[in-house]
């Protein structure tokens, strides 16, 4: 079975922090993801990764960065945590092809005060 | 701009009965839709997809019909079982390799026993 782990459950931040988010995956994907999860908006995303050191923006980029070291590690970054960063971060990682379906993690629900 | 959209953010079903989650979508250039569900605490999980060429894909009780004219699909799920109480999130995404998936809102089905 595909294991995407989210290193954090819960979280809680202060605004101005720095805030890094860590993602592991352990099926060899190529492709790893961060998304967002907010009542009445569904998933939104925030960055995608084809590759390792390689990534394209999703819909909602501003205000977050990403790292790939390591094809089995993707980190999503506040560089400045702000309130309206406080929501649940889903990663997700997939094989690279037509109609594979990515495997999600459990969530990190983020709080910044 | 919800390219993918649920309008209906939740939906009662008896145990036993028919339960009909709608999914429409506004991008004619998507040609492979998914669906996921996803319990409280944790991430979601595929549940059924369908390549644009077809009009149904059927695995067990979840069956997904695909109306390209009218860009509408859904996901029947027969019978209803009160562990299929969940969110439900269709998704939509296109071209080869194209990974990126777009999601709607979700809709929040409970099965009354």
């Known amino acids: 079975d595909v294991k995407v782990t989210q290193s954090s459950r819960y979280l809680v931040k202060r605004t101005g922090e720095k805030v890094f988010l860590e993602c592991v995956q352990d099926m060899d994907h190529e492709n790893m993801f961060w998304y967002r999860q907010d009542p009445g908006l569904g998933l939104r995303l925030i960055y995608f990764?084809?590759?390792?050191?390689?990534?394209e923006k999703g819909d909602i980029p501003e205000g977050y960065s990403v790292s790939r070291e390591k094809k089995e590690r993707f980190s999503l970054i506040l560089e400045s945590a702000s309130t309206n960063q406080t929501s649940m971060y889903l990663c997700?990682?997939?094989?690279?092809?037509?109609?594979?379906?990515?495997?999600f993690g459990d969530g990190t629900r983020l709080s910044i005060l | 701009d919800q390219q993918v959209k649920q309008n209906s953010p939740s939906l009662s079903v008896q145990e036993g009965r028919i339960s009909i989650l709608n999914c429409d979508y506004t991008?004619?250039?998507?040609?492979?839709f998914l669906w996921y569900k996803k319990y409280p605490a944790e991430g979601p999980t595929f549940l059924i997809s369908?390549?644009?060429?077809?009009d149904k894909n059927e695995d067990g009780r979840f069956t997904v019909f695909l109306n390209k004219s009218a860009k509408h699909l859904s996901l029947h799920i027969v019978p209803s079982q009160p562990g299929d109480s969940a969110v439900y999130f269709c998704?939509?995404?296109?071209?080869?390799?194209?990974?990126?998936?777009?999601f709607g809102t979700g809709t929040r089905l409970t099965i009354i026993p």
């Open positions: 369908i390549s644009s060429i077809k």
């Open positions: 991008n004619s250039m998507f040609d492979y």
């Open positions: 998704a939509a995404t296109h071209g080869f390799g194209n990974e990126k998936l777009t």
């Open positions: 990764s084809y590759d390792v050191k390689m990534k």
């Open positions: 997700a990682s997939s094989f690279t092809g037509f109609n594979q379906p990515q495997h």
